[in-house]
C-alpha cells in the first residue's frame, strides 16, 4: 500500500476552469487521477465538531455512510463502489484509530484512485478554502492550487449556467468572498509552502508552461507520452463538463466587454475592486465605482425574476442538476435532524 502518494487539493470558486484544469494536469502528470468530486466536507466537514466523539464505532460508521452518500448522490456519481465496512478497515490501515472526516475524504479518495491504478488523486470539491489548513495539518502528501479568474468573466459564466444565480451584485459577492478564502488559506505559514497559484487567463494561454511549472514545483513527474495506459477522463453527460474534451480555446476571457452591460460591469468592479487589482486584473473605470440605490433593489428585482423564468424554462432541460440539488438536500435534512 502506497503511504505517500502526492495529491492534490485545488482552492477556487466553481467556474474559474476548475475541472479544465483537473482534466488536463491528469492527463499531464505521472499518477495523478482524476476523480469526480464528492463534495464531502463541503457536505459533512461543518457538521463535524456536532457529531460527537468517532471513538463511538456506530457513530463513526454512521458518518462513512453519508460519506458514501456524497459520492454516489451526485450529478456525477463514482462508478466504483464501497461498503462501509471495507472503508472503515482501509480507514485502519492508514490512520489507525486517529478519526477525522478529512481522513475519511482521503481514504475514499486514494480507494478509488487504487481502483483505477493510481496512487496519488486530483480533489477540486466546492469550499476546500475553509479547510484548507486542516488539510494540511492532516495530510502531509497534499499539495494545493490556487487557481482564479477574473472576477467580470466569473460573473458572466455563473449568469449562463443553469439554475445558477442571475444577480451580478450576489455574484460579486461571492467572488469576493470565496477569492478572499482562498488568498488567506494560502497565506498560511503550513500552506504557503505548499501551493501554486495561477490565474485562469495565464492558463489558458500557457497551458503547456503552467502543467510543467506546477508538475516540476511540486516535486511531480510528467506522464510518458508513449504510455497509452494513461487514464482519460470519462465523457460524463453532464454540463460542467462537456467541453474539458476539447482543444483548449486560448481566447476564451474577456468576453464580458461583448455582452455585460456596463451597469453590471460598474458593479463587479465596485465589490471587487481591490482584491482584482491585487490580483493584477486591470479595470475598466479609473477609480473605484460606487453602487447605487437601484443597483441594490430595482436590478436584484428584475434579476430575481428572470432568474426564476430561466429556472422553469431549464427545468426539464438539464435533469442532473434538480437530481444533484434533491439528493443533497436529503443529505443536509438527514444531518440537520441527526446533528443538530
Known sequence: MVRDPRSIYLLSSERSGSNLLRHRLCQYADNMCSVPPAHILRTLGYWEPLMGSFS????????????????????????IEFTSEYISKIYTDYYGDNRTIVRLTDVLYREYAA??????????EICLFDFAESIAHQLPHVRFIH???????YVLSQQTRPFG?????DLANLWLKECNSCLKATNSPIVWDRSFSLSYEQFLQQEGLMLKKIVNNFGMDSQDTTDKTKQDIPEYNFHE?????RP???TNFKKYQNVMNKCEIRMVESVCWNTMRFL?????????PSIVWSDKYLYQFIKYIKTMLRNKINRFKLRNEPINRRSTQVLVAELTKNYR
Do not use: M
Request: proline share 3%; glycine share 4%.
Open 56 to 79: 463511538n464505532n456506530d457513530k463513526w460508521h454512521k458518518t462513512i455512510k453519508y460519506a458514501l452518500r456524497c459520492c454516489y448522490e451526485r450529478a456525477v456519481p463514482w462508478e
Open 280 to 288: 493584477g486584473y486591470s479595470t475598466e473605470y479609473q477609480q473605484r
Open 165 to 169: 444565480n442571475q444577480s451580478a451584485l
Open 147 to 153: 487557481l482564479y479568474r477574473d472576477p467580470r468573466d
Open 241 to 245: 463538463l462537456k467541453n474539458v474534451h
Open 115 to 124: 481502483q483505477k491504478g493510481f496512487s496519488g488523486y486530483f480533489c477540486k
Open 248 to 250: 483548449t480555446i486560448k
